[in-house]
């Protein structure tokens, strides 16, 4: 406790990337509502292009 | 807003297919609730058959 | 199978609306997929707007 | 794109607090992805704490 | 490290019922992949029977 | 109805461990809460050990 899921677009995030975010979203908790980093979790899943969609298109995948 | 997130087995969903479940998806949420298409997310995960189970056994894969 | 999870804001939708949202999910996956209505499960999570974020700001709570 | 689902216990969580978690999270996809802001929702959950368990237990509810 | 997540509607489960989930669920994970219970986190979740939809209907609430 | 999602890291789970958390996933919900194991759904997902983060840190993908 907490849980932290992100959920990208699979566009080569780099494993630094994703430590980056790990640490990022954990002192999050930690500074705003002062949870224990040690039962903190963070899960990454990425997320294939063509199966997001926006606006009712699918995704095309520029990095913004 | 909304966020529409549409898991099924992983058998060989076209992109073609996903592009029109996002469109389904995304215009259903337009005509039900009147929300807003440019905010509406639809996210497609396909499940490998052998980690989904029903009635306690794994799924055989055949389409229905 | 399939899973339909929805997620959208809580501003007072009805009764009425979450089943026309249940038939049209289900319909879609029948339509786009060919899957079986008996085994399709649609979930709708309503969400507090002050829990829901875009552009780094809460919710405001216009419907669209 | 992207989404960020954030799973807390029901604990006296404010509106400030969650504006904080909200504006925290979306940068930090905008510092390390350089994500587009704008598309880029969070969703805070509120989990009553007999409904959470670590450990085999039952959450206490203690911030900790 | 893993995290299960229960879905089940809104239909009285009792706080003795969720500590059940909870045993069972974890305990699960230790004698199937050996998982430490201590960092293996159940979350249930309780959904207002209007809002669950099977073959496109709502759930009409009987438990079974 | 219900529904169970078990995210694990992906580490080598046989299809026959699945099959194992399955059943017990689903034998779980028919002995505590006296759901129907027909409707009830299990989704296994595997996330590779560098998208899951705990305190802070990427997992090391020891078992345990």
Chains 1, 2, 3, 4, 5, 6 share one sequence.
Do not use: F, R
């Not at 990425?46 to 995704?59: A, T």
């Amino acid at each position: 406790m907490p849980y932290i899921n992100i959920k990208v677009t699979d566009e080569q995030v780099t494993k630094e990337q994703k430590q980056q975010l790990i640490v990022g979203a954990t002192q999050l908790l930690v500074d705003i509502l002062s949870k224990n980093p040690k039962t903190t979790h963070v899960v990454i899943e990425e997320i294939p292009i063509e199966n997001w969609g926006v606006n009712g298109k699918q995704y095309l995948g520029t990095k913004k």
